[in-house]
């Protein structure tokens, strides 16, 4: 519940997030529900790129995040 008041207060907010898989996106954080998160304006990040993804949005599990690191 306290996780949830927290991303309630950082919507729209930029995110660099890490999944368990080591894959990493960056993007803005625009809906959240109890299994996933939304991000909008997502990018792919590698150590040499950030590639724009395509679609409405990018839509990761909950439970496959290792951390999320929110930008300035």
Do not use: C, H, P
């Not at 150590?47 to 949005?57: C, F, I």
């Amino acid at each position: 519940m306290r996780r949830d008041r927290l991303l309630k207060s950082l919507i729209r907010e930029r995110f660099v997030v890490t999944l368990k898989t080591g894959e990493t996106f960056d993007g803005l954080l625009d809906e959240w529900d109890e299994r996933n998160l939304l991000f909008i304006d997502a990018y792919a990040v590698t150590e040499k790129t950030r590639v724009q993804l395509d679609g409405a949005g990018l839509w990761l599990q909950r439970e496959n995040v290792s951390y999320m690191q929110r930008l300035a």
